[in-house]
């Protein structure tokens, strides 16, 4: 069992930063694949990123460049570093965690196996 919670989140200007962080209970968070997601009201969830099988990482198209994620093991968390944001951004972000693929990486939601709650970002023009 894995429990996530966000924190972070907030109400940026667009071209402003945001870090997103994830901390996780459990004593086995290294073994996890890790994942973002984002989802904005009236859309479906849609993958961001993820950190996965001895810390490679894979963003979406959408956030390439401009979004970092990073993990770190000893402190059981997961961040998220947003730049250059966009007011399109704007969502209810969450965690993730699932057991992962060793030969690509996981971007479906029923990849993932425990969620956090989310935490809100917007994004102003």
């Known amino acids: 069992q894995v429990q996530l919670v966000e924190s972070g989140g907030g109400l940026v200007q667009a071209g402003g930063s945001l870090t997103l962080s994830c901390a996780a209970s459990?004593?086995?968070?290294?073994?996890?694949?890790m994942g973002w997601f984002r989802q904005a009201p009236g859309k479906e969830r849609e993958f961001v990123a993820t950190?996965?099988?001895?810390?490679?990482?894979y963003y979406a198209d959408s956030v390439k460049g401009r979004f970092t994620i990073s993990r770190d093991n000893a402190k059981n968390t997961l961040y998220l570093q947003m730049n250059s944001l966009k007011p399109e951004d704007t969502a209810v972000y969450s965690c993730?965690?699932?057991?992962?693929?060793?030969?690509?990486?996981?971007?479906?939601?029923?990849?993932?196996?425990?969620w956090g709650q989310g935490t809100q970002v917007t994004v102003s023009s």
């Open positions: 993730a965690a699932g057991v992962g693929n060793p030969y690509y990486p996981t971007q479906q939601p029923t990849d993932y196996n425990y």
């Open positions: 459990g004593r086995t968070f290294s073994r996890y694949a």
């Open positions: 950190s996965w099988n001895g810390g490679r990482t």
